[in-house]
């Protein structure tokens, strides 16, 4: 069945999902204000806003797939503010590191980057993700040439994967939730170098 | 009829005025006794003991509600909250520790003849985890020591090792395999005499909830969390170092000692620092957890780089 919501529809429906994806913050602010995010708070921020963007990077990525299996063409049109809340919940996961869990001690930071792997990781998914969100207007679009931007977006592939290793890395034991992110992720990534392949042994059959 | 005039009030019979400006909360104390009996499942049976202040911190108990909802118990569940919500069908009555292995009178105790062992003492003690957080527990218990005591460790033992129970029907995380169960720890026999080193049955005046291992744990405060075991079923004297529950999950991570040390990080993250419980910015880890003046003479010698 082809969907095509009108440009009104369109408006209404962007506005409704920046307004779902704005849920799990207000719930965390909400749960932080009313003091009933458990024994350890600080914590729970923490791995809350971790997981947030896990999950935004991985339905951004669910985009294109999607599209393509329903012939929607206009999910297309909701990519990038999904991508950006990916980079917006991982920008704020950085700053609860940063601020409430090591409040600024410059030097725990700076060691913490450089010695402890799933930290190193974490962080290089971060700055990878700073050009990505910082080309993501219509106009750098268009300065970038779509070729190009196309090809400095793939690196979300890569971001993802350092995102779910950052998990992974930091669980004490129980690996149940790394290992279900990871196999999604493959699933996403799995399905793109399937389609690439087919795709290649369309045009060399002609 | 007989009318009192004030002179016939016995002063026994008055109610003191501070008493009397707490009338309010005899009240709720009471329907929330009434209550509590009601639902015998969150009744909280008292435990007195005499606090043992050369032994205790004077530093603020972190509160009740955190200590018994904030828990480590992998029997449960890995989550912190899964202890609280799925330990109460643990069945702690009857329930008996048996003492063996290398002692002159292996014994059965049952958790009554424990608690008559000897007068039970309040301590009030730091606990620091191995993941970074920290509380102040105050812990109702006997000297281990007293047990080992009555039972007399032959010459041959080096070692006590202590199971955990592992009932797949009252404790869901057993069904995982998250640790190899039952779960095992272990501490050398100095270590297990020092007199620090607590048989926990209460805590907060009364019985130990099931979410921080009733009905009774061991408590060896200058160590991080997880060498406390808890709802111990069994106590074996032994010749060999134990294989411990964590050693067999990850011998790289877990050490036997695992005396807590902010100079011997954890491989994944820093033991520098540790967040207490209720507080804003992370505090210094001591040596020992703060008991260095009493357990660091038992490792003289011993290369804690290397036996972490």
């Known amino acids: 069945m082809a969907v095509q919501p009108s440009p009104r529809q369109l408006a209404v429906l962007k506005i409704l999902l920046f307004l779902i994806c704005l849920l799990p913050l207000a719930r965390l602010s909400w749960g932080a204000w009313q003091d009933s995010l458990g024994a350890n708070p600080i914590e729970f921020i923490q791995r809350s806003l971790g997981t947030w963007t896990l999950n935004f990077l991985l339905i951004t990525l669910l985009v294109s797939p999607a599209r ?51 930290i190193t990781v974490g962080m290089s998914a971060f700055i990878l993700l700073l050009p990505l969100a910082a080309t993501s207007s219509n106009a750098m679009v268009r300065r970038l040439g779509g070729r190009r931007w196309q090809q ?55 | 009829m007989l009318i009192r005039r004030p002179s016939d009030i016995l002063p026994s019979e008055i109610t003191p005025r501070e008493l009397f400006l707490r009338r309010r909360d005899f009240l709720k104390t009471a329907a929330g006794a009434a209550l509590l009996t ?49 330990a109460q069908r643990l069945n ?45 527990i105050p812990w109702l218990g006997l000297p281990l020591a007293t047990l080992l005591k009555q039972v007399e460790p032959q010459g041959a033992a080096k070692y006590v090792e202590f ?26 026999v100095d270590e297990a005499m020092q007199p620090l080193t607590l048989l926990a049955l209460g805590l907060y005046g009364e019985v130990l909830p099931k979410q ?6 061991l408590v060896v405060p200058w160590k991080y969390g997880f060498k406390s075991a808890k709802s111990i079923v069994k106590i ?42 209720g507080e ?29």
């Open chain 1, 68 to 118: 393509k299996l329903s012939g929607w063409h206009w999910l297309l049109r909701l990519r990038r503010m999904l991508g950006l809340y990916a980079f917006c919940y991982a920008l704020l996961h950085l700053a609860s590191y940063l601020w409430l869990d090591q409040f600024f001690d410059w030097q725990a930071i700076a060691k913490d980057i450089l010695k402890r792997p799933f």
């Open chain 2, 280 to 308: 804003f910015q992370k505090r210094k880890t001591l040596p020992f957890n703060g008991y260095a003046a009493q357990v660091a003479q038992l490792y003289a010698g011993l290369d804690l780089q290397k036996f972490f």
């Open chain 1, 152 to 206: 400095l977006h793939r690196s979300v592939y890569a971001i993802s994967l350092l995102g779910v290793v950052h998990y992974w890395w930091l669980v004490k034991r129980d690996i149940t939730l790394p290992v279900l992110y990871a196999a999604l992720l493959a699933v996403l990534l799995g399905i793109r170098a399937l389609w690439r392949e087919q795709e290649r042994r369309r045009q060399t059959n002609f």
């Open chain 2, 163 to 188: 199971i955990s129970a592992a009932d797949p029907q009252s404790m869901p995380g057993v069904k995982s395999r998250v640790l190899d169960w039952p779960y095992v720890e272990g501490l050398r």
């Open chain 2, 212 to 217: 921080n291992g009733a009905p009774v744990r």
């Open chain 2, 38 to 86: 009601a639902f015998p499942a969150i009744a909280a049976e008292k435990l007195a003991g005499a606090r043992n202040s050369l032994f205790s911190t004077t530093e603020t108990p972190t509160p009740y509600k955190d200590v018994t909802t904030y828990n480590n118990f992998y029997e449960f569940g890995t989550d912190k909250s899964d202890p609280v919500e799925k």
């Open chain 2, 92 to 136: 702690t009555r009857p329930w008996s520790i048996a003492v063996e292995g290398l002692v002159k009178h292996p014994r059965t105790f049952a958790i009554e003849d424990l608690i008559k062992l000897a007068p039970l003492e309040e301590r009030i003690y730091r606990m620091r985890c191995v993941e970074g957080w920290s509380m102040v």
């Open chain 2, 236 to 277: 074996r004297l032994v010749e060999k170092e134990p294989n411990t529950a964590w050693m067999k999950a990850n011998a790289h991570e877990y050490g036997f000692y695992s005396n807590v040390n902010p100079a011997v990080d954890h491989p994944r993250w820093s033991q520098a620092t540790e967040r207490r419980i």
